[in-house]
């Protein structure tokens, strides 16, 4: 059998469903390349936006201690970068309390 590195070696691509190409990257000193997966963003921009949407992408598995200035570098390597926005819930930009569920309350201090 193939060994991981064999079938998708470090800073490659490979295509998958859903529209998302695989990027195998090499984060640091770390021995073991990390795949991302990367796909067009297609959501249509709100009004004031500076995302291009011919040239916004969306990226998942982004490691948590992953700065704006290490998805530059790393993304910089395919073209210019002129943005970053990391966010840890990519679901929603609205405040957090209204995506509570109705039958939970925040606690309140006390």
Same mark, same amino acid.
């Given at each position: 059998?193939? +060994?991981?590195? &064999?079938?998708?070696?470090? !800073? +490659? ?7 998302? +190409?695989?990027? =195998? ?5 770390? #021995? ?16 004031? =936006?500076?995302? #291009?949407?011919?040239? +916004?992408?969306?990226?998942? !598995? ?10 530059? &570098? ?10 970053? &926005? ?7 930009? &609205? ?16």
């Amino acid at each position: 059998m193939a +060994t991981s590195e &064999e079938k998708h070696p470090p !800073n +490659t691509a490979c295509d998958i469903p859903a529209g998302f +190409t695989v990027l =195998s990257l090499q984060f640091g000193d770390s #021995p073991a390349p990390l795949s991302v997966f990367v796909k067009e963003h297609k959501v249509p921009a709100k009004k004031g =936006s500076v995302r #291009p949407l011919d040239r +916004t992408l969306f990226v998942q !598995n982004v490691p948590s201690h992953c700065s704006e200035d290490v998805v530059r &570098e790393l993304f910089s390597r395919f073209g210019s970068v002129s943005s970053v &926005e990391l966010r840890d819930d990519p679901g929603s930009s &609205e405040d957090s309390e209204s995506r509570l569920s109705s039958f939970f309350r925040p606690a309140e201090k006390q």
